[in-house]
Nanobody, 124 residues
């Protein structure tokens, strides 16, 4: 099996924090560029953050999450994380991670693997 599994979602109040995990099994994530995406009902899937597979640690953040979200990876655990702080109701979505072998900057040029998603709900 070659899988990505997201975890860490849940219900949080505005201003709160969550840390999402994207764990790979069956392949080594350290050789892949990873992207985090989210999709809210009725909206298109949005790329929110990426991290390079290279040693330069290059990252990407979409404007709406800059300064609030941080992407990181732990190769020993074969896991990529998305730390989400200062959460807003508009962050409510299903969050997906994806892995791509071919990269465009810090983001996958093509997503070869997708997780099934984890729900994040920001509400009071």
């Amino acid at each position: 099996q070659q899988q990505l599994v997201e975890s860490g979602g849940g219900l949080v109040q505005p201003g709160g924090s969550l840390r999402l995990s994207c764990a790979a099994s069956g392949f080594a994530l350290d050789y892949y560029t990873i992207g985090w995406f989210r999709q809210a009902p009725g909206k298109e899937r949005e790329k929110i953050s990426c991290i390079s597979s290279s040693n330069d640690g290059s990252t990407y953040y979409t404007d709406s999450v800059k300064g609030r979200f941080t992407i990181s990876r732990d190769n020993a655990k074969n896991t990529v994380y998305l730390q989400m702080n200062s959460l807003k109701p508009e962050d409510t979505a299903v969050y997906y991670c994806a892995a791509g072998w071919v990269a465009t900057g810090p983001c996958p040029a093509e997503n070869d693997y997708w997780g099934q998603g984890t729900q994040v709900t920001v509400s009071s």
